[in-house]
């Protein structure tokens, strides 16, 4: 018998991917502030990074749900790292793209 307090290896593991997933999240979300900033800082510039940062969020999200259903049903930890990874790419792509803005 197990005592309540205890966490398995597997709980661990998970909670590390949940907490990878996460940061990579973090990554994403200064990316896109950061290309807000650099190319002007205007409330423009930071209202449409920060729609897109949401809506790659939603469409990485809805993804990556349908996928962990058929491929990670017993991994939620899966999702949440894999929906981060997008994330991540998609805030350092606005980043490094921030130069081909011409106003």
Do not use: C, E, K
Request: hydrophobic residues 50%.
């Amino acid at each position: 018998m197990q005592t309540p307090g205890a966490i398995g290896p597997a709980d661990n593991q998970s909670r590390v991917r949940v907490g990878l997933g996460l940061l990579f999240v973090g990554v994403a979300f200064l990316g896109h502030l950061l290309a807000a900033r650099a190319i002007g800082g205007t409330y423009v510039a930071y209202r449409d990074h920060l729609l897109g940062f949401v809506g790659i969020l939603l469409v990485s999200g809805a993804l990556t749900l349908a996928a962990g259903r058929r491929f990670w049903r017993d991994r939620p930890g899966m999702r949440v790292l894999a929906s981060g990874i997008v994330q991540a790419l998609g805030g350092v792509f606005a980043y490094v793209t921030r130069f081909h803005v011409h106003g």
